[in-house]
């Protein structure tokens, strides 16, 4: 178990050895599943790729989007993840779809790996991937969410050496599915590397914007199609409904917008409950941007772990491959020993879980409001709401009211700030001009038969 301060005994294990095993394992029984030699109870996760996806791709290759389509909800670049099965011409669409899915995986846990073997990091990342994917089950395969993820991952890990990469990296994903562009929350806002980072994104997505505006017509049209979406029966607000069904109310649940989702009396009320509470949601990640004095390595990462959690929580629609994006934003915190992740991070980790017992294995319970569906739905939803509610604490504690902290998340001055400040000089070191610490005192000892010689203090 990961410790409440965020450190954990996985870090300890430098070896990789034990985690490829275990990813290659899991990654097996994942693929068993996606190819229907295993079966899951509940319906077929895997439909979607060959009854929508493939649909879906040729449109696409007649050289435009499917904007008739409402179940079409994604930015132009998504074109790109649906087309990407035609890499591989010499097997079907659904099996193509899969295999480049778990390659998706297989970068995201190498990147993992290769920066959890590095100095002030941990391999707790790989772990939380490895388990977390592998928690949420054929689903993380049978969508094209893993792929997004393996971009988010290698956009925050350029952060700090590579923001031009970084930057471009962020703007790509946004344009693969829109909450990429909630890792800027932490990003720094002034010095080079800002302007690096805010400038290469701005620029890349203007470029693949321009891009597949002049490929084909209808790339933008998902956002009217995500506007009209309604209450899904597996978000927050629908346990209203779950529970209200109990006494009588009479909606009901029908496949609308491309989810499952309740229609009927006081549902458009709930969902404009959800998009307040959204609203306020960004306007706490607002405060805290103008609050926060204090940075270290792990900010960025933990405040976009934290912008990703209150954005899926008080979703209108929470669909089990959400849980994906949430694993991989814990585990490259929990790959950096400066984040205060640790607990968010167990709480996804067992949210995810719960979500394969509530899709697929036991989603007729949740659609038909059944006793299990919604203790199940009940408690992975609390999950996610005390995920938010602790990540939050812990990034104004860390950042806002609590003690400096170094870069190694150690109490003490900051010796790495990413907001593009100076950073503070160290305790016995003389302060530059341009730091607001003094210079350390001297003491004069004279020893016998010696000169005198000058010796620093921390003063």
Not at 44 to 49: F, G, N
Not at 312 to 320: A, D, E, G, K, Q
Not at 374 to 394: E, F, T
Not at 405 to 410: E, M, N, T, V
Request: proline share 6%.
């Amino acid at each position: 178990m990961i410790r409440a301060g965020g450190r954990s005994p996985w870090g300890a294990v430098r070896s990789p050895v034990p985690a490829v095993a275990v990813w290659a394992a899991t990654r097996a029984v994942l693929l068993l599943c996606v190819f229907k030699v295993l079966v899951l109870p509940g319906p077929d996760v895997t439909s979607d790729i060959s009854a929508i996806y493939q649909g879906w791709s040729e449109v696409l290759r007649s050289g435009a989007f499917p904007q008739d389509d409402v179940t079409w909800q994604y930015p132009p670049a998504a074109a790109l993840a649906v087309l990407s099965p035609g890499l591989l011409p010499f097997l079907d669409y659904a099996s193509a779809f899969f295999l480049l899915a778990c390659a998706a995986d297989a970068a995201a846990f190498a990147l993992l790996l290769y920066a959890g073997r590095r100095p002030g990091k941990r391999l707790s990342g790989a772990w939380v991937w490895t388990a977390g994917v592998a928690l949420l089950g054929p689903t993380a395969y049978a969508r094209y969410d893993v792929m997004v993820t393996a971009v988010a991952v290698a956009a925050l890990f350029a952060a700090a050496r590579r923001p031009r990469v970084s930057g471009a990296l962020i703007a790509f994903g946004a344009l693969l599915k829109v909450w990429p562009v909630l890792l800027l929350t932490g990003a720094p806002l002034r010095g080079r590397r800002a302007r690096e980072l805010w400038g290469a994104a701005a620029v890349g997505a203007l470029a693949v914007t321009l891009l597949f505006a002049a490929w084909a017509p209808g790339g933008l049209a998902f956002l009217t199609f995500q506007r009209d979406r309604g209450t899904e029966v597996e978000s927050l607000g629908a346990l209203v409904f779950h529970v209200a069904r109990q006494f009588g109310w009479d909606g009901e649940v029908l496949l609308n917008y491309g989810s499952v989702e309740f229609v009927g009396p006081y549902v458009p009320l709930v969902s404009t409950l959800a998009l307040v509470l959204t609203v306020a949601a960004f306007g706490w990640l607002l405060l805290w941007r103008l609050r926060a004095r204090k940075f270290t390595s792990a900010t960025l990462a933990d405040a976009a772990f934290t912008a990703v959690l209150l954005f899926v929580t008080t979703s209108r629609v929470i669909s089990p491959q959400y849980m994906i994006w949430l694993v991989g934003a814990a585990a490259v915190c929990m790959t950096l020993r400066a984040s205060r992740m640790g607990l968010p991070a167990v709480l996804v980790l067992l949210a995810t879980g719960v979500t394969l017992l509530e899709f697929p294995v036991w989603f007729a319970d949740v659609v038909a409001s059944q006793g299990r569906g919604v203790v199940l739905l009940a408690v992975r939803n609390g999950l996610l709401v005390a995920a938010s509610l602790a990540a939050c604490r812990r990034l104004w504690r860390s950042t806002v009211t609590g003690p400096r902290l170094r870069a190694d998340g150690a109490r003490g001055p900051s010796a790495d700030t990413d907001d593009g400040r100076e950073a503070p000089a160290e305790p016995g070191t003389v302060a530059s001009p341009r730091t607001a610490e003094p210079a350390p005192a001297r003491r004069l000892h004279v020893s016998r038969g010696a000169a005198p010689r000058t010796t620093a203090t921390a003063g």
